[in-house]
C-alpha cells in the first residue's frame, strides 16, 4: 500500500533502486509509447484543480482526488498498527529528509514535487465510515486481546496548511468520534492541532488516543532549513502543553535522528527534556531512513548546505536506506537511557499497557477505562 511505510531490504529481498521512472521523467526524456495511467496515478492525472483562498505564489498546487477509500491496511511487520489513515497525498511542510515522497511515485510524479502538487482526498466522512465495516476489534497481531490500531498521519501532515481550508482531517476525526472501542494515533508537527481538542476529547472518552508531536531539534535555524515550512519547535511544544492541559495523552516524537545534525552530544536529551517540560508522557526517535525518492532530494541538499558531511552520507546512504547498525545501535540505547532518565515510556499503542475495552464485550463504555496507565 502507498500509504504504508515501506519493506526494509531485508524483506523486499533486493537492493533499492536508485532512481524510478516517473511521468515527469519520462515527459523530460522525451519517452514515447509509455503505457497508459491505470490506477491511483490515473485519479491523481485527472484530478481537477481544489479550490483555495491562499494568493502567495509560493502555494502549492491543490487538486481533489476521488480516491475509492481513506482506510488503508498496513501489512508491514516493521510498524505496530493495522491501519492508516492520510486525509492528504504530499505535504507542504516540505521537510528535507520525508521519506514519505515515494507516495508521489504511485501517482507517477517526481518526489520533488511531494510539496509543490498537494491532493486532497474526497469525500473523506463517507468513505471512512464505510471502510470502518473493515475494522476489527481483535487484531490478529495480538491474538484476538487489542483492537486493530490506526494511525493518523503516516505519509502527509495531517495539519498542513491544506486543513485550514479543507477540514479532511477533522471530517475524519469526526467520523471516528462516532464509534467507541477503537485504538488511534495521530502525528503531526503543526500546532494547528489544538483547533480539534473538542474531537479528540470526544474519542478520548469512548477510544484509546494517542497523540504525537514531532520535534527533530530545538534550534530554529535548523530546523527551518531541515523542514522549510514545518511551524517553529516552540510553538509545537507549546502545542503539547495545551493538549495536556486538556487532558489528553500527547508525546513528543524527535524523528527522524539525523547523523551529523541534530545528534551533537546534549541535544537529543534537551528535546527530551524540553518535552518532559510541557509535560510529554513519551518520547521516541530513530535514525534518519531514506527511501530513494528522498535521498534523491536529501543528498544534494547535504552537499550543497553540509559540505562536510557529504561523504559521510554517500558511503551509508548511496546504496542503502539504513544507516549502518552499530550507529543505530547507539542511539537506541541512547533513547532508551533518555526514557529512563525523564521517566518516559514508549510509544502507548506499542506498550499495550493496558486493554482498549471493546463495546461488544461490555453493556457500557467506562471512560475511566480509556485513560492510560502512564497519566497517572
Not at 56 to 72: A, C, D, G, T, W
Not at 121 to 135: F, G, S, V
Not at 202 to 213: G, Q
Not at 238 to 255: F, I, Y
Request: charged share 30%.
Amino acid at each position: 500500500m502507498p500509504d504504508c511505510p515501506p519493506a526494509s531490504p531485508e524483506e523486499r529481498g533486493a537492493p533499492r533502486h536508485v532512481e524510478s521512472r516517473t511521468r515527469d521523467a519520462a515527459a523530460r526524456c522525451g519517452a514515447v509509447g509509455t503505457a497508459p495511467l491505470v490506477g491511483i496515478a490515473r485519479l491523481a492525472a485527472n484530478s481537477p484543480c481544489a479550490p483555495t483562498e491562499r494568493t502567495s505564489p509560493e502555494r502549492p498546487e491543490y487538486f481533489l482526488l476521488p480516491v475509492r477509500s481513506i482506510l488503508n491496511r498496513c501489512d508491514s511487520k516493521r510498524v505496530p498498527f493495522e491501519w492508516t489513515i492520510n486525509p492528504y497525498r504530499g505535504c507542504e511542510f516540505a521537510c528535507k529528509y520525508c521519506y514519505a515522497r515515494y507516495t508521489h511515485e504511485y501517482m507517477e510524479l517526481d518526489g520533488g514535487e511531494f510539496e509543490k502538487k498537494i491532493f486532497v482526498k474526497k469525500d473523506a466522512a463517507a468513505l471512512l465510515a464505510q471502510d470502518m465495516r473493515k475494522y476489527s476489534y481483535e487484531s490478529r497481531s495480538s491474538g484476538g486481546m487489542y483492537p486493530e490500531h490506526i494511525a493518523i498521519g503516516t505519509a502527509t501532515d495531517p495539519y498542513q496548511p491544506a486543513e485550514r481550508e479543507h477540514r479532511v482531517t477533522r471530517a475524519c476525526l469526526e467520523e471516528l468520534a462516532k464509534r467507541e472501542g477503537l485504538s488511534i494515533s495521530l502525528i503531526t508537527k503543526s500546532n494547528q492541532i489544538v483547533r480539534d481538542i473538542d474531537l479528540f476529547r470526544k474519542i478520548a472518552e469512548r477510544s484509546e488516543l494517542s497523540l504525537n508531536i514531532t520535534v527533530t531539534t530545538l534550534r530554529p535555524r535548523l530546523a527551518r532549513l531541515l523542514e522549510p515550512r514545518a511551524p517553529r519547535p516552540d510553538l509545537r511544544l507549546a502545542a503539547v502543553k495545551q493538549l495536556r492541559e486538556a487532558g489528553l495523552a500527547v508525546g513528543v516524537s524527535a524523528c527522524p535522528l539525523i547523523p551529523g545534525m541534530t545528534d551533537r552530544d546534549g541535544e537529543l536529551e534537551a528535546v527530551a527534556a524540553a518535552a518532559k517540560n510541557v509535560g510529554a508522557l513519551w518520547f521516541f526517535s530513530n535514525v534518519l531512513f531514506l527511501m530513494p525518492s528522498s535521498a534523491k532530494q536529501f543528498l544534494p541538499f547535504v552537499r550543497e548546505r553540509f559540505p562536510k558531511l557529504a561523504k559521510q552520507y554517500e558511503e551509508w546512504y548511496a546504496k542503502n536506506g539504513y544507516a549502518p547498525e552499530e550507529y543505530r545501535r547507539k542511539v537506541s540505547q541512547r533513547v532508551a537511557k533518555i526514557r529512563q532518565e525523564y521517566g518516559f515510556v514508549a510509544r502507548p499503542w506499542v506498550e499495550r499497557t493496558r486493554m482498549t475495552k471493546r463495546p461488544q464485550l461490555s453493556l457500557g463504555w467506562v471512560p475511566e477505562e480509556t485513560l492510560l496507565r502512564a497519566a497517572g
